[in-house]
Nanobody, 127 residues
């Protein structure tokens, strides 16, 4: 089972930026569909962004579109999420996730496509 560890969360003022990282324990991570989700207190886990195994295709949730960029470095087994123009409503625990059954150009924001998850990193945006 691939283990994922997120980092880069923290407290930032509205309008600021953060870059989240997610490092995997195994090389198989480098071929999988990868994504970011977030969950605010009392809310459902929400899709943020995804990147295909090839790294060519990306998709974003409406709430972050135009403000965030997802990328991956397969040589480092690492997934990134660059978030800019942060808003208080971006406050949540951010989770990275991988879909072990999906490779190449497969791309999805559907939570059930992802079968391994990190423990999450807290992002707090102050107004």
């Amino acid at each position: 089972q691939v283990q994922l560890v997120e980092s880069g969360g923290g407290l930032v003022q509205a309008g600021g930026s953060l870059r989240l990282s997610c490092t995997a324990s195994e090389r198989t991570f480098s071929n999988n569909l990868l994504g970011w989700f977030r969950q605010a207190p009392g809310k459902e886990r929400e899709f943020v962004a995804a990147i295909s195994g090839s790294g060519v295709y990306t998709v974003y949730g409406e709430s972050v579109k135009g403000r965030s960029t997802v990328s991956r470095d397969n040589a480092k087994n690492t997934l990134y999420l660059q978030m800019n123009s942060l808003k208080p409503e971006d406050t949540a625990v951010y989770y990275c996730a991988g879909g072990s059954r999906f490779y190449g150009s497969a791309l999805s924001g559907i939570r059930s496509w992802y079968d391994y998850w990190g423990q999450g990193t807290q992002v707090t945006v102050s107004s």
